[in-house]
């Protein structure tokens, strides 16, 4: 073999968002999202396998750009993600993102793929498996306040992981709503278009909140919140930024992704550091109760977290083989000889 | 536009090994190791206007997986980077690198690259710009010890940035100071094969070490260094990995990238805590003294540093536009509507 000519080992599965798309059509997205949740769920169940870490924030005026790595003593993953609220009005996304898998026994990648989208839908598959547990029995509607880039991933993974059919949308944006609504016609979903938040969260029993801004917002207000009702909490996602009044999260059981950053990044920002919370994978592996009664507010604030990519990675890579929509990267230097790369460079001339 | 087409924006400038190859003979591996030390000097010389942390390190048994991050306030760079010494008896790679630039006012990025070959030449070229402030007054030859992927780079920056003019190789493995020397030979140099490290120091006012296990080892030891030398210990880069005897660092003058790192990483995490160390910018902007004389000892404690990534992946940037040595990777999903990225997804069917 020429040594200037890539070695298998040095070309790395690459999936664009053209490749990503297509995946999501090949598989159906509601289906994509109902295993996603799974894929999520039996990484939950092996919570103390992880290492777990608060993610590397690099902060500024304008956002943040942040590295969300965990492994699993065999697979190592990594997320960039940034979130940066004032892109919107350049015509750019708040949020992007790539990630990346790695053998931990060799550190060599095994997949590099796009995540922005692959974030919308992990994040709607980790509301949906939460709510699947918390929500109470039986509930067919979900207020939906903020209609951005996440709204109808949410939707649709309601839709197929708890059996939600009807979504009641509101936006201070009356264009995201309407956007939203244009999305979500001929899905089997009851779309209502609310005029404010208070409207929308009418007879609902899960109210997922979504909105963007950077700072200390009260998109919910405790009047809002009656009794039963399961809050999905998906803005409060660094400091400075938060959706809900904390009168809310006095009367509501909260449960969180992992505590050390929720407490810095979540709705409990505002709470002290004592404030109860219950780690959600202890609901899963029966350590923990979650819903009690019908009475109860439940609450999950959630602020997204490494192992939940770390799934998404995982369940991407398993689809690669059966479906062969990634290309391949020559990212790796992988000489004949490791120990000769500059021979290899040299030969390249 | 049609929306399911990538933006300018969405597409990345990604430059593969191939393309990584084809740019260091295009501007030449000597100037490109000249440029890359002043791309660094540069950047250390305004270095209280980074952001500085401590490396991510995820350990296992067999290496350890890394994240670099840092940034300017304007850009941001990252560097994705295992360490897996016993990789080589697999044929692999014992470290293999991807970096990635972007903007920190929207945080897209805005370059995606290979970094195993860029991470050898950065290595090489902070040596380089090290020495040539330490390094004694008028240094013709450097010693090698540890002749594997690192020694070529090296030996090649030495010459190119501090006018060293003869290397003297040893590795435990004679395969390894073969392949070295094979490489070096047309190079400039005059190249001596040696059969013990003692044997390659004779004569040497310029010591590098770089060998890989992961261990503490003693490569050195105190009766090898001469009065006068400067030290250049590479490989000593991770907790219980140490190259250098104990009593060669209480002789030495100890310069230093970045404290909080290099006394977990480097030689100085056999000595204690209050062990006294230079950092190295300071010598650049004249804070602090550099070599005083010809016969002090001075070592610089290289444990590797996101700055120095950062600055060779602007280095690379740098270069895109009248080289063109790059490709477009469709990695950022980026829809018209910030806000439509379902809409984007779903007019991709």
């Known amino acids: 073999m020429s040594s200037s000519l890539p070695s298998e080992k040095a070309l790395v599965p690459f999936v664009s968002v053209e490749n990503m798309m297509r995946l999501v059509h090949h598989i159906g997205i509601e289906t994509m999202l109902a295993e996603l949740a799974d894929f999520i769920e039996a990484d939950f169940l092996r919570w103390e396998r992880f ?50 898998l790695a053998e931990v026994s060799t550190g060599y990648p095994v997949l590099l793929t796009e995540m922005t989208l692959l974030t919308a839908l992990r994040t709607a598959a980790t509301s949906a498996m939460v709510a699947r547990r918390l929500a109470p ?20 993974a309601m839709k197929a992981v708890c059996g939600i059919d009807h979504v009641r949308l509101f936006d201070i944006d009356p264009l995201a709503t309407a956007k939203a609504a244009r999305n979500l016609a001929g899905k ?32 919910l207000t405790d009047n809002m919140i009656g009794a039963g009702v399961h809050i999905n909490a998906i803005g409060g996602d660094c400091p400075g930024k938060t959706e809900l009044h904390r009168d809310i999260l006095k009367r509501a059981d909260t449960f969180v992704e992992y505590p050390p950053q929720t407490r810095i990044e979540g709705e409990i920002q505002q709470m002290d550091p004592d404030y109860p919370v219950t780690e959600f994978w202890q609901v899963l592996t029966g350590q923990a109760e979650g819903r009690r009664d019908n009475s109860q507010i439940t609450l ?23 479906t062969g929509l990634y290309q391949e990267l020559d990212i790796i230097a992988d000489p004949d000889d490791p120990r000769d790369l500059f021979g290899m460079l040299q030969r390249a001339k």
């Open 51 to 100: 290492d777990k870490t608060p993610r590397v924030a690099s902060h500024s005026r304008e956002g943040v750009i942040e590295l969300m790595p965990t492994s699993d003593g065999e697979i190592y993953s990594f997320k960039y993600v940034n979130g940066h609220p004032k892109n919107m009005a350049q015509g750019l996304q708040t949020v992007t993102a790539l990630g990346l």
């Open 137 to 156: 029995k039986g509930a067919r509607t979900m207020a939906m306040i903020g209609n951005g880039a996440q709204a109808e991933f949410q939707a649709l």
């Open 188 to 219: 089997g979903l009851t779309v209502t278009s609310c005029t404010s938040s208070q409207a929308a969260t009418e007879g609902a029993q899960i109210i997922t909140t979504c909105t963007a801004d950077k700072q200390l917002a009260t998109i």
């Open 300 to 322: 999950f604030d959630s602020v997204g977290f490494a192992i939940e990519d770390f799934s998404a990675l995982r369940y991407v890579r398993s689809k690669l083989d059966a």
